[in-house]
């Protein structure tokens, strides 16, 4: 079994694409437990996100997993394969320390996905399918990102988001103070735009949600209201700015429904955020007028505003992953030799029985304890020096000089001359 790490993120697949393979909380056990049952991994783990959807493995057939991913989002494998990336073993420990380090999101320096990371291991763990492998990779990557954080300025100036989304509502509307803002889905990303916003004092905050439990909590906090889902129809066109971000697999805003409430509002124009993956709003809302209509991908190119000034940290945070990979691979390398060391002492007891054994019967017939003594030491002497001195005098011309350094080595000689 090898480690392996796969998967799409916003540098190698559009949003239209990452949609299509992301895997929504509720599908995760199910298609984690697929995974093992169906394509030979003895270990996974997901994290999907908005930006990414990766696999963590522990399998001996890699490619059966990318073939399994393809299938599961009933897609054709040729269509999906030029936005993979395949990770093995040491490449894979990297590629996971810098993701939860903030080093390879949209956002450099975020810290919401080492949480997002932590929710995957904990789903993983519920399924059934964490081991060994994957238990030791993702302790170690919380400590990698433990010391990332502690030690760099990696997250400062970082612009999340959902404070890209303030940027954009500041470049549209003269005041986010006279705007009234809508909030559809409840989750973090939400919440953490609902903060954003609402430090400008937005004339009204409404929170849509298929739950009302966790949308009551949220509109206390921040001083709202409320509404079902269901009355999004008959409410939305009475909001100018909108930021929907579900778990649902289709769109829940479609053209038709804003054309309506473009009508109402007497086109006066509306700020649409969908921060959701896959969408929540139809993209052919984009092509009506007065409609500002922005995905996540295009708060990405928002955010990079302020990189250059966190690209020293990023050296530094580079340097203690890379000491973190290393210690890891020597983990894997120590694990890896279990089983050689495990055959190695098996072999030396079951020489040292067969010499005691033989010396006992030899005892038992009345020989002096001296000379069986001598001869149990030359026998085991003999005996556990002969594969290294048989190898010695068979190996090749070419295969003799390092062997005999190894030997030196492992036996602790004095170096030869």
Partial sequence: MQLFAFGINHRTAPLAVRERVAFGPELLPSALRDAVAQAGAREAAIVSTCNRTEL???TAE???LVSWLASYHRLKEPWLEPHLYELPREAAVKHVFRVASGLDSMVLGEAQILGQIKQAVRSAAAAGTMGLLLNRLFQQTFSVAKEVRSHTDIGAASVSLAAAAVRLAERI????AGQKALFVGAGEMIELCATHFGAHSP???TFANRTPERARELASRFGGSIQALSDLPEIIAGYDIVVSSTASPLPIIGKGLIERALRARRHRPMLIIDLAVPRDVEAEVADLDDVFLYTVDDLGRVVQEGKGQRQAAVREAEAIIDAGVDDFMQ???TREAVPTIRELRDQAERVRRNEIDRALRRLRRGEA?????????QALTNKLIHPPTHAL??????DREPLARMIERVYQLRSRE
């Fill in 331 to 333: 983990w894997i390398a």
């Fill in 393 to 398: 005098n068979h190996a090749t011309e070419q």
């Fill in 173 to 176: 509307y003269p005041s986010i």
């Fill in 203 to 205: 004339r009204a905050i």
């Fill in 56 to 58: 963590y493995c522990a």
């Fill in 369 to 377: 304890a001296e000379p069986v003594l001598e001869a149990l030491s």
């Fill in 62 to 64: 890699p490619r059966r």
